[in-house]
C-alpha cells in the first residue's frame, strides 16, 4: 500500500517529474536495429511522455529527434529521409542526426540564422539489435550498461517490443511476482515441449514446474550492486528444495526466473507515457541458436504496424472460457498476453492507496521503497545509483536443486562480484 503522493511519484514520468528527471539519467532501448532502413521511412516514437521521430540516414546513422518541426510545428514522421537527413515536408527544412539545421530552401540563404535553428536530438547508440538513447544532462551520462546478453551471437537471441497499455510500475512489478505464475501463468496438463529450451508452450506453464507447483514460495530479498536480488525456495521433490531468482536491476530492467536448460529471459519496461509502456523482451540461449518460432509462439506476441497488440482488451483477449475450465488457468493463450490481459485490467495507473499486500508481494514492495528512495534522494540532489558493468556482464537468473536440509545461502549465494560495496568491505575486514 502507499500513499496517494507515493503512488503518483511512482509513476509519472514526464520530463517535469522527479522519476522522469531520474529515469532520464540511464541508457534507454528505444526502438530494434531493424526498424530503421538506410534513406527508409521515419519511425514515430513516445519515450518518457515525449514524441520523436528515429530515422537511419544515408550513411547508416540513427538520429532520434523531436516530432514536432521547429518552424511551425507539424510532423517530421511525414518528412523526407534522404540526402543524410530528413527533411520536412511543409516547408523544405532539413535536419541531420544530431538535430542541425541543415538547409531552409523557403528562405533566401541566411547561414547566421540557420545556424540559429536547433533540433531536440538525443545521442543514441545501436548495440545487440537495439537502438539505445540517453535523453538526460550531457555531462551527466553514464557508462554504457553491457548487459550479458549482449555478448551472446545473433543467432542465440529473439529481441521483441510491443506497446503495453498501463503504466510501467504495474508491468515491472507483475515480472517480480514469483508467485502469479502459479495462477496466471498454470497449463493445467504437463505438455510435450518439442523445442529446446523453452519454457512453455502458449497454453501456460506445467504443473510439475517449480514456478507453479510451489504457492505459496518462500522469498528472501538481497541489496546489490545493481537492484535487487529476489529468491525464492520450493517443493521440487520430495527430498529437494527448488531454489529460484529474480533480478530486479534499477531503475526499469528485469531477469525473471529460470532453470538450467531453459532459455533466459530479460525484460525492460520503458515508459511511453504515464498510461502506456514500451515492454521489451530479449529471450536468449547460453550456447546455441535459440528457436524463434516456437519462443515467439509461446509467448504469443501478434501486433500492429504500431507494435499494438492483436489480442488486447477490446476482444477481451480472445479469451475462451471452454479453454479455462479445461486447459489453463486464464482462457487467455500466450505467456506474454496473460500478463498483459491482468496489469491493463488493473486500469492505466493502479490505486495503490487501496491495495491489500501480503508476504507473497515481497519482491514488489522491495522495488517500490528502492524506487521512491533513491528518486527522494534525487529530488535533494543526490546522484542517481550507478549500475557496474563488472556485474551487468556476468549477471543472469539461475534456478538450483539441492537437498531440503540445506540453507538457501548455503546452495544458493550472492556472487561477491554482486554485493554492495559495505558489504564487501566488512567482509574482507572480518
Partial sequence: MLSKEDNQLLTET????????????????????????????????????????????????????????????????????????LRCCYHGWKF??????????????NEKFRKTIQLRAYPTKEVSGIIWTYMGPE?????????????????????????????YAQVMENDLDFVHAAFLHQSYDNQELEAEGVLSTDLGIDPDHPLVKNPPVKQHIQDTNYGKRCVAIGDATKDENAFMEIHYIFPFYTYPPRFSGEDGMW?????????????????????SEIDVKAQHERRGLEVDKNLRKVQNLDNNYKQDRSLQKEGNFTGIRGIANQDHAITEAMGPIVDRSIERLGTSDKPVIQMRRLLLKEVKAFQDNTEPMELENESLATLFSEGWYDNKTKHWKDVFPLKEQFQVKEEKDAQSTQ
Fill in 267 to 287: 525484460h525492460a519496461f520503458i515508459p511511453r507515457d504515464d498510461h502506456s509502456t514500451w515492454s521489451w523482451d530479449v529471450q536468449f540461449s547460453h550456447s
Fill in 14 to 85: 514526464d520530463a517535469d517529474k522527479p522519476m522522469g528527471q531520474l529515469f532520464r539519467r540511464y541508457w534507454i532501448p528505444a526502438v530494434t536495429s531493424d526498424e530503421l532502413e538506410a534513406d527508409g521511412s521515419p519511425v514515430r516514437l513516445k519515450l518518457l511522455g515525449e514524441n520523436l521521430v528515429a530515422f537511419r540516414d544515408t550513411e547508416g546513422n540513427v538520429g532520434l529527434v523531436d516530432e514536432r518541426c521547429p518552424h511551425r510545428g507539424t510532423s517530421l514522421y511525414y518528412g523526407i529521409n534522404d540526402g543524410c537527413g
Fill in 96 to 109: 541531420n542526426t544530431e538535430g542541425e539545421c541543415t538547409e531552409i530552401p523557403s528562405e533566401e540563404e
Fill in 139 to 167: 555531462e551527466k551520462q553514464p557508462p554504457f550498461p553491457d548487459f550479458y546478453w549482449m555478448g551472446l551471437p545473433k543467432k542465440n537471441k529473439l529481441i521483441e517490443r510491443v506497446w503495453q497499455e498501463c503504466n
